[in-house]
């Protein structure tokens, strides 16, 4: 009865409207911005380390890497494989288009997050709740956002990444869920207990240091297995428009799982993103928004694309036609879709390696994700509740997280997609209808940005001098705290 409810609700949330929706919004913003995914890569890469962080945020980096930790997770392993089980290898190069027109969606929210930004208890907060009140007026649209956010990041989406870890360490190691459960809650506890900047250094630390160990295994995979080269891309651009005869019958499909798990991994338009953007200490909001456009490409081109060569290029996959059930290709028979392609993958080089590896690799990048959606969660929670009663609510908030936390580690895969998929599909259709009407501001802030450079500038953002209302914290220009900039001239 569930499943089927939460299926039906799935069918009408992942339908057509939606693809087409996302790709013509990004692909309004990619030709608005005149392809700021490609004019700007350099200095997308120049801002990355350029920021410092302050008492009341955290730098351009750490702000990325909280982003990352949130993108980079179950999407770039098991939704990777699970994209191509079900749309065949042709999904991957859609996995790609959808992350290249999703860059200028990811700055455009980014932007906003820090137009409209708020200084609440000594932190900055933001997200798409608050530029739909500031930049809209729209309390009640807000608030819906807000409660939806709640739910899929507290409730539905730390499911998926639970029940990854632990399908991943019970393939491996053979520990009980339960067991895995407990101790991915336990520590998680020690990092949400201690506040937004305990998650940045973390984050800090570990994503770089998980994404680069995983990106060596694909490497050493794709150089054994070079001469393979011409053939795999051979077969992923011809399966993509569906002239490979093998995937010719299920194009739809393709297209729909390459978007759909594209999305899933780099999170642009779903308003994730921008939530850790809006903490980052910047003196322009279109800095932050460059950053936050290039680490999709990071999370994409580089850990999902690791991902499914590692798979293409060893064979270690299936693929199914959903519609009828047919069997197109059965590479790994008796194995579940998901996380296991890519532990046989890495077999494949190091016999008796990949399990165990992928286990790790899977523990980190979906641990690093429940933290973050935790932190996208309190920012929601911190939007709705005022007052007195926002410490208590924010206790409980962290609660009901490691709760859902530990209930994702031992139910069943599928449900747990089914689920998280309801949640993200929320979050999408709200806010990509929020950022397409606020346009406006984020590609002034853009075009003041560019102006500035060329003027030789350092650029700073002033709401009022570029007539953005209601952005109360550039109203006076960009105001950097007293003791910030003292710490600033020692260093």
Request: net charge neutral.
């Given at each position: ?7 039906s609700?799935n ?7 939606l ?5 013509a ?5 990619s030709?608005?911005?005149r ?6 890569v ?10 410092k ?12 890497a ?7 997770g ?9 994209g191509i ?7 991957v ?16 929210e980014?932007t ?9 208890d ?15 007026g ?9 409660v ?25 190691f053979?520990?009980e869920?339960?067991?895995?459960g407990?101790v ?5 506890g ?19 240091f998980?994404?680069?160990?995983y990106l060596l295994?694909?490497?050493a995979?794709i ?6 080269i011409p053939?795999?891309?051979?077969l992923?651009?011809?399966?993509a ?12 499909s ?5 978007v ?8 642009a ?9 809006a ?9 932050q ?10 999370d994409?081109f ?6 499914a ?11 199914v036609?959903e519609k009828?059930g ?13 996380p ?5 993958a890495v077999?494949t080089?190091?016999p ?13 990048f979906a ?5 973050a959606y935790?932190?996208i ?5 911190a ?21 859902s ?6 139910k ?6 089914a689920?998280?998929?309801?949640g ?10 929020a ?6 501001p984020?590609n002034i802030?853009l ?6 450079l060329?003027?030789g ?21 960009y105001q ?12």
């Amino acid at each position: 009865m569930v499943e089927q409810l939460v299926t039906s609700i799935n069918g009408y949330l992942w339908s057509a409207p939606l693809i087409i929706f996302i790709c013509a919004v990004g692909l309004y913003f990619s030709v608005r911005t005149r392809f700021l995914q490609i004019r700007h890569v350099k200095e997308m890469i120049r801002l990355l380390f350029s920021g410092k962080s302050s008492n009341e945020g955290v730098s351009s980096f750490q702000a990325l890497a909280m982003s990352l930790s949130g993108r980079i997770g179950v999407g770039n392993i098991a939704g990777t494989a699970t994209g191509i089980a079900f749309g065949g290898p042709g999904a991957v190069f859609w996995m790609w288009v959808i992350t290249f027109i999703g860059a200028a969606s990811a700055f455009v929210e980014s932007t906003l997050a820090q137009i409209y930004k708020e200084k609440q208890d000594g932190e900055y907060r933001g997200g798409p709740a608050f530029y739909i009140e500031k930049g809209l007026g729209w309390k009640w649209f807000a608030v819906i956002f807000a409660v939806a956010t709640l739910l899929a990041m507290a409730v539905l989406m730390p499911g998926i990444q639970a029940n990854s870890i632990a399908e991943g360490v019970s393939n491996a190691f053979g520990i009980e869920s339960t067991i895995t459960g407990l101790v991915v809650v336990l520590l998680m506890g020690l990092i949400i207990f201690g506040g937004v900047k305990r998650i940045a250094r973390v984050a800090e630390f570990l994503v770089p240091f998980m994404a680069a160990g995983y990106l060596l295994i694909a490497i050493a995979i794709i150089a054994v297995n070079i001469d393979r080269i011409p053939e795999v891309f051979t077969l992923i651009f011809k399966s993509a428009f569906g002239a490979e005869e093998m995937f010719g019958g299920i194009l739809g499909s393709t297209i729909m799982w390459g978007v759909k798990r594209g999305l899933y991994a780099n999170e642009a338009g779903q308003g994730t993103g921008a939530h850790p953007a809006a903490a980052a200490e910047v003196s322009h909001p279109a800095k932050q928004g460059l950053v936050q456009a290039f680490s999709i490409y990071l999370d994409v081109f580089l850990i999902v694309t690791a991902t499914a060569f590692m798979i293409l290029f060893t064979n270690s996959y299936n693929t199914v036609n959903e519609k009828t059930g047919e069997v197109l290709v059965e590479n790994l028979k008796g194995i579940e879709t998901g996380p296991a392609y890519t532990q046989a993958a890495v077999d494949t080089i190091l016999p008796g390696f990949g399990s165990g590896f992928i286990a790790i690799a899977l523990f980190c990048f979906a641990f690093t994700t429940i933290f973050a959606y935790y932190y996208i969660a309190e920012t929601n929670l911190a939007y709705l509740v005022q007052g007195k009663h926002r410490k208590l609510a924010i206790t409980l908030l962290k609660f009901i997280l490691l709760g859902s936390t530990f209930y994702g580690a031992v139910k069943e895969a599928e449900l747990a997609w089914a689920m998280g998929d309801i949640g993200l599909g929320i979050m999408v259709w709200l806010n990509l209808f929020a950022i397409l009407l606020l346009f406006k501001p984020a590609n002034i802030a853009l075009k003041d940005y560019e102006e500035q450079l060329k003027q030789g500038k350092d650029p700073e953002f002033n709401s009022t001098k570029l007539g953005i209302k209601n952005a109360e914290f550039w109203a006076n220009g960009y105001q950097q705290d007293e003791q910030d900039e003292k710490k600033r001239a020692a260093n």
